[in-house]
Protein backbone atom coordinates (compact mmCIF):
# COMPACT_ATOMS: atom_id res chain seq x y z
CA UNK A 1 0.00 0.00 0.00
CA UNK A 2 2.60 2.57 1.02
CA UNK A 3 6.34 2.02 -0.13
CA UNK A 4 9.03 4.30 0.82
CA UNK A 5 12.64 4.06 0.03
CA UNK A 6 16.01 6.49 0.99
CA UNK A 7 13.50 9.17 1.69
CA UNK A 8 15.51 12.52 2.79
CA UNK A 9 13.34 15.55 4.44
CA UNK A 10 14.02 18.91 5.15
CA UNK A 11 13.20 21.93 6.83
CA UNK A 12 15.08 25.00 5.20
CA UNK A 13 18.92 23.78 5.05
CA UNK A 14 18.42 21.40 8.35
CA UNK A 15 18.16 18.02 7.07
CA UNK A 16 15.92 16.55 9.20
CA UNK A 17 14.97 12.87 8.19
CA UNK A 18 18.31 10.75 6.46
CA UNK A 19 17.18 7.48 4.19
CA UNK A 20 14.35 6.24 5.65
CA UNK A 21 12.99 3.31 4.06
CA UNK A 22 9.48 1.85 5.47
CA UNK A 23 6.69 -0.33 3.62
CA UNK A 24 2.98 -0.42 4.94
CA UNK A 25 0.91 -3.64 3.83
CA UNK A 26 -2.91 -3.07 2.98
CA UNK A 27 -4.81 -3.78 6.11
CA UNK A 28 -1.67 -3.72 7.86
CA UNK A 29 -0.99 -1.01 11.24
CA UNK A 30 2.17 -0.47 11.38
CA UNK A 31 3.84 1.96 14.59
CA UNK A 32 6.62 4.48 14.22
CA UNK A 33 8.55 5.13 17.65
CA UNK A 34 11.01 7.43 18.63
CA UNK A 35 12.11 10.21 21.41
CA UNK A 36 11.32 13.61 21.43
CA UNK A 37 12.29 15.02 18.48
CA UNK A 38 13.70 12.04 16.23
CA UNK A 39 11.66 12.75 13.04
CA UNK A 40 8.13 11.42 13.59
CA UNK A 41 6.14 13.96 12.88
CA UNK A 42 7.96 15.25 10.44
CA UNK A 43 7.94 11.59 8.59
CA UNK A 44 3.83 11.58 8.26
CA UNK A 45 4.15 15.21 7.20
CA UNK A 46 6.65 14.38 4.71
CA UNK A 47 4.13 11.50 3.35
CA UNK A 48 1.52 13.60 3.30
CA UNK A 49 3.02 16.04 0.82
CA UNK A 50 3.68 19.12 3.55
CA UNK A 51 7.40 18.88 4.39
CA UNK A 52 10.20 19.19 1.25
CA UNK A 53 11.51 16.13 0.42
CA UNK A 54 13.86 13.75 -1.94
CA UNK A 55 13.16 10.13 -2.19
CA UNK A 56 14.43 6.97 -4.24
CA UNK A 57 11.17 5.40 -4.19
CA UNK A 58 7.34 6.67 -2.83
CA UNK A 59 4.56 4.99 -3.96
CA UNK A 60 1.42 4.62 -2.29
CA UNK A 61 -1.20 2.80 -3.89
CA UNK A 62 0.47 1.47 -6.51
CA UNK A 63 1.30 5.26 -7.77
CA UNK A 64 4.09 7.55 -7.71
CA UNK A 65 3.24 10.28 -4.98
CA UNK A 66 6.90 12.14 -5.22
CA UNK A 67 6.21 16.03 -5.74
CA UNK A 68 2.48 15.42 -5.70
CA UNK A 69 0.55 18.72 -4.05
CA UNK A 70 -1.10 17.69 -0.11
CA UNK A 71 -4.86 17.66 -1.43
CA UNK A 72 -4.25 15.29 -4.30
CA UNK A 73 -2.38 12.96 -1.53
CA UNK A 74 -5.18 12.97 0.67
CA UNK A 75 -7.63 12.92 -2.08
CA UNK A 76 -5.49 9.43 -3.13
CA UNK A 77 -6.72 8.29 0.18
CA UNK A 78 -3.30 8.72 2.55
CA UNK A 79 -4.93 10.94 4.92
CA UNK A 80 -2.73 12.35 7.52
CA UNK A 81 -4.44 13.09 11.63
CA UNK A 82 -2.27 15.83 12.82
CA UNK A 83 -0.82 16.27 16.43
CA UNK A 84 -2.66 19.10 16.63
CA UNK A 85 -6.09 17.81 15.61
CA UNK A 86 -7.06 20.59 13.63
CA UNK A 87 -10.71 21.16 15.48
CA UNK A 88 -12.43 24.07 13.78
CA UNK A 89 -13.60 25.86 17.39
CA UNK A 90 -16.18 28.01 15.98
CA UNK A 91 -18.05 25.00 14.24
CA UNK A 92 -20.25 22.35 15.68
CA UNK A 93 -19.18 18.74 16.38
CA UNK A 94 -21.15 17.83 13.67
CA UNK A 95 -20.60 20.69 11.00
CA UNK A 96 -16.39 20.06 11.68
CA UNK A 97 -17.53 16.08 10.97
CA UNK A 98 -19.61 17.18 7.43
CA UNK A 99 -17.03 19.23 6.18
CA UNK A 100 -14.51 16.82 6.44
CA UNK A 101 -16.85 13.82 4.46
CA UNK A 102 -16.06 12.72 1.34
CA UNK A 103 -19.58 11.66 -0.60
CA UNK A 104 -18.17 8.26 -1.79
CA UNK A 105 -17.04 7.45 1.97
CA UNK A 106 -18.40 3.97 3.31
CA UNK A 107 -17.57 5.92 6.66
CA UNK A 108 -20.29 8.74 7.14
CA UNK A 109 -21.75 10.42 10.04
CA UNK A 110 -23.80 7.36 11.19
CA UNK A 111 -20.68 5.16 11.46
CA UNK A 112 -18.67 8.14 13.55
CA UNK A 113 -21.56 8.02 16.06
CA UNK A 114 -21.12 4.50 16.30
CA UNK A 115 -17.74 4.23 16.70
CA UNK A 116 -17.69 7.62 19.23
CA UNK A 117 -20.90 8.10 21.33
CA UNK A 118 -19.41 10.69 23.07
CA UNK A 119 -18.89 12.66 19.60
CA UNK A 120 -23.28 12.11 18.99
CA UNK A 121 -23.74 13.37 22.84
CA UNK A 122 -21.91 16.27 21.99
CA UNK A 123 -23.33 17.31 18.15
CA UNK A 124 -24.61 20.31 18.88
CA UNK A 125 -21.66 21.70 21.24
CA UNK A 126 -18.82 24.08 19.68
CA UNK A 127 -15.41 22.57 18.70
CA UNK A 128 -14.08 25.00 21.46
CA UNK A 129 -16.36 23.13 24.27
CA UNK A 130 -14.38 19.77 23.47
CA UNK A 131 -12.23 18.46 25.97
CA UNK A 132 -8.95 17.10 24.55
CA UNK A 133 -10.18 13.93 24.02
CA UNK A 134 -13.63 14.31 22.25
CA UNK A 135 -11.57 16.58 19.96
CA UNK A 136 -9.15 13.78 19.12
CA UNK A 137 -12.31 11.38 18.56
CA UNK A 138 -13.44 13.87 16.22
CA UNK A 139 -10.06 14.18 14.52
CA UNK A 140 -10.21 10.62 14.20
CA UNK A 141 -13.71 10.48 13.14
CA UNK A 142 -12.94 13.28 10.24
CA UNK A 143 -10.18 11.44 9.09
CA UNK A 144 -12.07 8.27 8.88
CA UNK A 145 -14.69 10.21 7.07
CA UNK A 146 -12.08 11.56 4.27
CA UNK A 147 -12.27 7.59 2.68
CA UNK A 148 -8.42 7.01 3.75
CA UNK A 149 -6.87 3.87 2.36
CA UNK A 150 -4.27 4.62 4.51
CA UNK A 151 -5.00 6.82 7.98
CA UNK A 152 -1.76 8.70 9.63
CA UNK A 153 -2.14 8.80 13.25
CA UNK A 154 0.46 11.28 14.86
CA UNK A 155 0.13 11.24 18.78
CA UNK A 156 -3.44 10.45 19.23
CA UNK A 157 -3.45 9.76 22.84
CA UNK A 158 -0.97 12.45 23.64
CA UNK A 159 -1.62 13.90 26.85
CA UNK A 160 -5.50 12.33 27.69
CA UNK A 161 -6.27 10.60 30.61
CA UNK A 162 -5.83 6.59 30.79
CA UNK A 163 -9.73 6.28 30.49
CA UNK A 164 -9.73 8.13 27.12
CA UNK A 165 -6.66 6.57 26.01
CA UNK A 166 -8.53 3.00 26.40
CA UNK A 167 -11.43 4.43 24.60
CA UNK A 168 -9.75 5.30 21.71
CA UNK A 169 -7.64 1.97 21.56
CA UNK A 170 -10.52 0.56 21.34
CA UNK A 171 -11.87 2.04 18.27
CA UNK A 172 -8.98 1.84 16.59
CA UNK A 173 -8.87 -1.51 17.53
CA UNK A 174 -12.41 -1.60 16.07
CA UNK A 175 -11.26 -0.35 12.77
CA UNK A 176 -8.50 -2.98 12.83
CA UNK A 177 -10.76 -5.86 13.51
CA UNK A 178 -13.23 -5.20 11.27
CA UNK A 179 -11.57 -6.10 8.11
CA UNK A 180 -12.35 -3.24 5.93
CA UNK A 181 -9.04 -3.77 4.71
CA UNK A 182 -7.52 0.17 5.81
CA UNK A 183 -4.18 0.76 6.58
CA UNK A 184 -2.85 2.42 9.60
CA UNK A 185 0.59 4.30 10.22
CA UNK A 186 0.67 5.21 14.03
CA UNK A 187 2.69 7.78 15.78
CA UNK A 188 2.16 7.23 19.77
CA UNK A 189 4.88 7.98 23.04
CA UNK A 190 2.99 5.45 24.76
CA UNK A 191 4.79 1.99 23.36
CA UNK A 192 1.74 0.02 24.95
CA UNK A 193 -0.60 1.77 22.87
CA UNK A 194 1.32 0.91 19.81
CA UNK A 195 1.92 -2.55 20.62
CA UNK A 196 -1.88 -2.93 21.33
CA UNK A 197 -2.44 -1.61 18.00
CA UNK A 198 -0.10 -2.42 15.26
CA UNK A 199 1.51 -5.42 14.18
CA UNK A 200 4.98 -4.33 13.41
CA UNK A 201 7.09 -1.22 14.01
CA UNK A 202 9.65 1.00 13.41
CA UNK A 203 11.71 2.63 15.54
CA UNK A 204 13.78 6.64 14.79
CA UNK A 205 16.71 8.08 16.14
CA UNK A 206 17.78 11.60 14.72
CA UNK A 207 16.15 10.96 11.88
CA UNK A 208 16.99 7.69 10.58
CA UNK A 209 15.47 4.09 10.93
CA UNK A 210 17.48 2.42 13.74
CA UNK A 211 15.29 -0.45 14.31
CA UNK A 212 12.14 -2.57 13.01
CA UNK A 213 10.61 -5.19 14.73
CA UNK A 214 6.86 -7.18 15.54
CA UNK A 215 4.98 -6.21 18.30
CA UNK A 216 5.71 -9.61 19.75
CA UNK A 217 9.50 -8.78 19.25
CA UNK A 218 9.47 -5.75 20.60
CA UNK A 219 7.44 -6.20 23.89
CA UNK A 220 10.24 -8.41 25.01
CA UNK A 221 13.27 -6.06 23.74
CA UNK A 222 13.78 -3.99 26.74
CA UNK A 223 17.56 -3.23 25.69
CA UNK A 224 16.04 -1.57 22.43
CA UNK A 225 12.92 -0.22 24.23
CA UNK A 226 15.57 1.58 27.08
CA UNK A 227 18.04 2.57 24.31
CA UNK A 228 16.03 4.08 21.51
CA UNK A 229 12.55 5.24 23.49
CA UNK A 230 13.60 5.79 26.76
CA UNK A 231 11.62 3.66 28.48
CA UNK A 232 12.24 2.38 31.66
CA UNK A 233 13.37 -1.13 33.24
CA UNK A 234 10.21 -2.39 35.08
N1 LIG B 1 9.10 23.53 11.18
C1 LIG B 1 10.34 23.16 11.52
N2 LIG B 1 11.43 23.87 11.14
C2 LIG B 1 12.69 23.49 11.47
N3 LIG B 1 12.97 22.38 12.20
C3 LIG B 1 11.93 21.63 12.60
C4 LIG B 1 10.57 21.97 12.30
N4 LIG B 1 9.76 21.04 12.86
C5 LIG B 1 10.57 20.16 13.46
N5 LIG B 1 11.87 20.50 13.32
C6 LIG B 1 13.04 19.75 13.83
O1 LIG B 1 13.04 18.50 13.20
C7 LIG B 1 13.41 17.46 14.11
C8 LIG B 1 12.32 16.41 14.15
O2 LIG B 1 11.14 16.99 14.68
P1 LIG B 1 9.75 16.20 14.72
O3 LIG B 1 8.72 17.17 15.16
O4 LIG B 1 9.55 15.51 13.43
O5 LIG B 1 10.02 15.12 15.85
P2 LIG B 1 9.02 14.15 16.62
O6 LIG B 1 9.67 12.82 16.62
O7 LIG B 1 7.66 14.26 16.04
O8 LIG B 1 9.06 14.72 18.10
P3 LIG B 1 7.91 14.79 19.23
O9 LIG B 1 7.95 13.48 19.90
O10 LIG B 1 8.36 15.88 20.12
O11 LIG B 1 6.61 15.08 18.56
C9 LIG B 1 13.65 18.16 15.44
O12 LIG B 1 15.04 18.37 15.57
C10 LIG B 1 12.92 19.47 15.31
O13 LIG B 1 13.55 20.46 16.08
MG1 LIG C 1 5.85 14.80 16.83
Known amino acids: MLDVEALDAYYGKSH ?3 AVSLS ?3 GEIVGLLGRN ?40 GLVLVPDYRGV ?7 ENLRIAARARSPFGLDEAYQMFPRLEQRRANSGAALSG ?33 DEIVDALKLI ?15 LDVCLAIASRHYI ?25 LGVDAA
Open 16 to 18: VLE
Open 24 to 26: VGG
Open 37 to 76: GAGKTTALRSLAGLVQTRAARLAFDGADIRGLAPDRISRA
Open 88 to 94: LAGLTVE
Open 133 to 165: GEQQMLAIARGLMCDPKLLMLDEPTEGLAPIIV
Open 176 to 190: RDRGTGLSVLIVDQN
Open 204 to 228: LEQGRIVHAATSSELSVATEIQQRF
